[in-house]
């Protein structure tokens, strides 16, 4: 009986340890759990005091040295130090100067319908109420519109902007001398101006090389631009597509291994440009050109990877156009609206099948045998649908000749949205009430329709490229978004 005895005991010991640990783990995970809800709490308190929320995590090589903040420019602190790998994690919000001290930003239910999910780069609730309406965007629920001004804050934008004029500092590193892919880093021809789908690439070059935003001095840039272009270099027969991957990986280690600046903030405050959607993937071999630095892209799809809104920059791309169009009012605009393109993805199928035949609407695949200026301006509404890539010129071409624009791309981050409420100047329809556009769009009364095209015409100036830049001009718009994501993070020497 004694060794039955002795067993049965450890048995029941054994058994009221089990007891005693499960009582423990399930201590420990209740209070883990109130932990991470308090956390929770407190992070989504810090989310709702500022313009924007965290950027994607930015991969940072060991903190090896000191870093501090700056305080003046820093939106909000660090959220996250976690060890990953070799390395950390560091989640930052960009600064918006002046921006923080007007919008408390936060959750936005009604932004689903704009644009499917939270912008943080929009209004906060109160202000969408005043301002904006009930989103659009669905069938059941009739479009609503801003009858006031085509910014989110005209009076904060405008005192941002003189001060991104007045202060913003750009670097751009130089090739070395005889470098044989000068021609990759520096403008095209300055005899000849940029042209065809993907010109918003090379005009920006162009611009931002001869302006007074580029200093010679790096410890006095606020940005650091890496200058090679994909369009150049997708043309190059010693790259081509092929080779664009390694290319850019060369050339940012060699960045990284002869100047400092890249290494201080992990490359958050260096950019590039790319209009040709190849650009994306020509970052697939550059994990922190893709993370870290702030792409400036045509497409500016988030439903794709390698495209992070509120850190990168959607460059609007743009088919120059020099004479000024006539008969931009509404008066001769007799067609409901206007679509013609190649029928390379599903949501433009979907449209052509349920709109082909219609009297109001008029969606022709192909290419048009007359100019497409004359529907543009025959057109109330001119329809911009993802094909290939979500990113077109359509939407330049509309507001050019002063069509109101309707998208129908879902998933796409608009130009310029920190700064242009889009809802005043053009419809945001979901893809799936395609079957719904003709109810919907002649749901907008004449009213409602001439506020739209009125705001169209306030815009126009932000959508088009001068040799020599105006203001409120693309170029000038594309600086302001960089200066909204100039880094705060800066490293003790």
Not at 91 to 103: A, E, N, R, T, Y
């Amino acid at each position: 009986m004694a060794p039955w005895t002795w067993t049965q005991r450890c048995g029941q010991q054994l058994g009221s340890r089990r007891k005693l640990s499960l009582m423990l783990i399930t201590l420990a995970f209740v209070t883990s759990s109130i932990v991470l809800m308090y956390l929770s709490f407190h992070l989504d308190m810090a989310f709702s005091l500022h313009e924007r929320p965290c950027t994607p995590s930015l991969s940072f090589p060991p903190l090896s040295k000191v870093v501090k903040f700056n305080n003046d420019l820093l939106l909000s602190s660090v959220m996250k130090l976690s060890q990953n790998g070799s390395g950390f994690v560091m989640m930052i919000s960009p600064s918006v100067g002046k921006l923080q001290d007007h919008s408390t930003g936060g959750d936005r239910k009604g932004d689903d319908d704009f644009h499917g999910r939270n912008r943080a780069a929009l209004p906060s609730d109160n202000q969408l109420l005043k301002t904006l309406g009930s989103s659009s965007g669905s069938s059941k629920s009739k479009p609503s519109y801003n009858h006031q001004d085509v910014f989110h804050d005209k009076e904060i934008f405008l005192q941002n902007y003189k001060e991104m004029k007045k202060s913003l500092k750009v670097y751009i590193y130089p090739p070395k001398k005889n470098d044989h892919f000068a021609n990759v880093f520096l403008p095209q021809n300055k005899d000849q101006n940029p042209g065809g789908n993907y010109a918003s690439e090379a005009y920006f070059k162009n611009v931002l090389f001869k302006s007074h935003f580029i200093t010679k001095n790096p410890l006095k840039a606020d940005l650091f631009f890496l200058s090679f272009s994909i369009a150049s270099l997708r043309h190059d027969r010693r790259v081509g597509v092929a080779g664009l991957q390694d290319f850019i990986r060369l050339y940012t280690t060699s960045i990284t291994q002869e100047y400092p600046y890249w290494n201080r903030t992990g490359g958050a405050d260096h950019f590039y440009v790319a209009c040709h959607s190849i650009g994306r993937m020509a970052m697939e071999e550059v994990e922190q050109v893709k993370a870290n630095a702030i792409q400036v892209v045509c497409s500016s799809s988030y439903f794709l990877p390698n495209y992070f809104t509120h850190k990168d920059v959607c460059l609007p791309q743009i088919w120059p156009r020099h004479e000024e169009p006539s008969g931009l009012d509404s008066s001769n605009r007799k067609k409901l609206a206007f679509f013609a393109g190649a029928m390379n993805s599903l949501v433009r199928k979907m449209l052509l099948q349920a709109w082909k035949n219609d009297s109001s609407i008029f969606a022709h695949e192909g290419r048009l045998k007359t100019p497409y200026s004359e529907q543009f301006l025959k057109s109330k509404y001119c329809l911009h649908l993802k094909g290939f890539e979500v990113n077109t010129a359509r939407v330049a071409d509309a507001l050019y000749y002063g069509c109101v624009p309707v998208i129908l791309a879902d998933h796409y981050d608009l130009p310029f949205m920190d700064i242009l409420n889009w809802r005043s100047f053009s419809v945001v329809i979901r893809t799936s009430d395609i079957p719904h556009l003709k109810k919907i769009l002649e749901g907008i009364s004449p009213e409602e329709y001439s506020v739209l095209h009125t705001n169209v015409l306030k815009v126009r100036r932000h959508f088009q490229w001068n040799a020599t830049p105006l203001d409120f001009d693309t170029f000038y718009m594309v600086m302001y978004e960089l200066w909204l994501r100039r880094s705060s993070i800066k490293v003790m020497s």
